[in-house]
């Protein structure tokens, strides 16, 4: 039976929704990882029964590379009465910006563009040869994470109290078979934890294994050790640093095809401000950037509201549904740190309620987006990537109307 079979028909939930005139107050968070890719998360019922406790309605899972997670997330969804939003994350290689030295998403790596499809078909509708290069990325990524790990061993092999590591048990232990560079510091902490008993002991362990670096953190902030580990050793300049292969980044117009072929519509992931105020060279003229998404054949983006001002939120979010973009915000979660569902701006600021109502309407057209191609009509986006902006409050009504049935 498909999820999406104890929904009304089209005609229903849109007359249901003439008197559902709330877009502040429901709370929304559409980009959250899962275990299947790497999370703050034991599981996934741990995620959405956070959700629960703090009132949020709708849940987007946002997992790298895989949309393995849907299934479960559905089953446990449903349990809840949550919708949930189907979503995927790739990060690619746009070549042009790569020669020219642009800053997109990703602030250490010009011509790196972070990509999101949002709504997908599910059960997943992808065919060959789109099929096939997903699975082909998501090999490389592996194979990366795998060759990292050769060269920890090598260094960890060099120390007095030296063991290695096995990838092998970290991909069957940590991971749903989608190996992230996050599970390989998680495994060295984990095994530092387990061999050396007291804090002085992680301490000076630390210390070899980092060069003489000591370490800044208090062993007992796992997230912290987790963090200062991928930066001192897998990072750029780290000793277990690996180059990856051109073959880990599809292009982005490939990865943009890719989500249109599964269902989705593919989105991009603003970065907006740091902590400094300071912009990359593609996010920092938003006239400029909504422009070029467009030529891009980008409909919808979105932000992770707690490294953004509450007034570049603002500003961003409200212009880019004005010039007819699906808007909405996410937490990710996709590091050790275990933060809140519900939403915030940067400095724990509570999101305003224009940002929550463009929020809103934004997870409406993605629910109501998925719901449709699930019935074999037409989605929000088509094929081809060209969005129906003329009618995009019909859009928003029937996934409000699809919010309340769930």
């Known amino acids: 039976m498909s999820y999406y079979s104890k929904f009304s028909d089209k005609s229903t939930l849109l007359q249901k929704a003439t008197s559902l005139n709330d877009w502040t107050s429901v709370k929304v968070n559409a980009h959250l990882h899962t275990p299947y890719s790497f999370s703050a998360f034991e599981d996934i019922p741990q995620a959405l029964d956070m959700a629960v406790a703090e009132e949020v309605k709708v849940v987007g899972v946002n997992d790298f590379y895989t949309t393995d997670g849907y299934a479960e997330w559905a089953q446990e969804c449903e349990k809840r009465h949550l919708l949930p939003l189907f979503n995927i994350e790739f990060i690619s290689l746009n070549k042009a910006d790569q020669a020219n030295n642009v800053r997109s998403n990703d602030p250490n790596n010009p011509g790196r563009i972070y990509l999101s499809g949002k709504g997908l078909s599910f059960p997943l509708q992808l065919k060959d040869p789109y099929l096939q290069l997903l699975m082909d990325v998501r090999k490389e990524s592996n194979h990366h994470v795998e060759r990292m790990c050769g060269k920890l061993n090598e260094i960890l092999e060099c120390l007095q109290d030296g063991f290695l ?4 048990q970290i991909e069957k232990e940590l991971t749903h078979g989608n190996v ?3 599970h390989l510091a998680k495994a060295l902490r984990l095994e530092v934890e387990a061999r050396f008993a007291n804090a002085q002991a992680q301490i000076e362990f630390y210390q070899q294994v ?3 670096k000591e370490l800044k953190s208090d062993p007992a902030d796992f997230a912290a050790v987790e963090n200062e580990i991928r930066g001192n050793l897998l990072k750029a300049g780290g000793g277990a640093f690996v180059p990856e292969s051109p073959k880990a980044f599809l292009d982005m117009e490939t990865v943009r095809q ?3 072929q599964a ?5 991009y992931p603003f970065l907006a401000d740091d902590a400094k105020g300071g912009f990359t060279d593609f996010e920092n003229d938003k006239e400029r950037v909504a422009a070029q998404l467009k030529e891009r054949g980008i409909a919808s983006v979105e932000f992770i509201t707690n490294r953004n001002s509450l007034a570049v939120l603002e500003e961003y979010a409200e212009y880019l549904y004005e010039q007819g973009f699906v808007v909405t915000f996410g ?3 996709n590091t050790p740190a275990m933060e809140p569902i519900e939403l915030k701006a940067r400095g724990n600021t509570p999101l305003s309620p224009i940002l929550m109502e463009l929020n809103l309407r934004g997870a409406c057209v993605t629910a109501a987006h998925q719901y449709l191609v699930a019935r074999g009509e037409k989605g929000y986006v088509d094929v081809d990537g060209t969005a129906d902006v ?4 019909t859009y928003e009504k029937l996934g409000r109307a699809l919010i309340e049935e769930a």
Do not use: K, Q, V
């Open 165 to 168: 590591l096995s990838y092998p």
């Open 180 to 182: 992230r560079e996050r």
């Open 210 to 212: 980092f060069g003489g």
């Open 258 to 260: 890719i989500i249109l």
């Open 263 to 267: 269902g989705g519509m593919p989105t």
């Open 331 to 333: 937490s990710e979660h």
């Open 390 to 393: 003329a009618s995009r409050e």
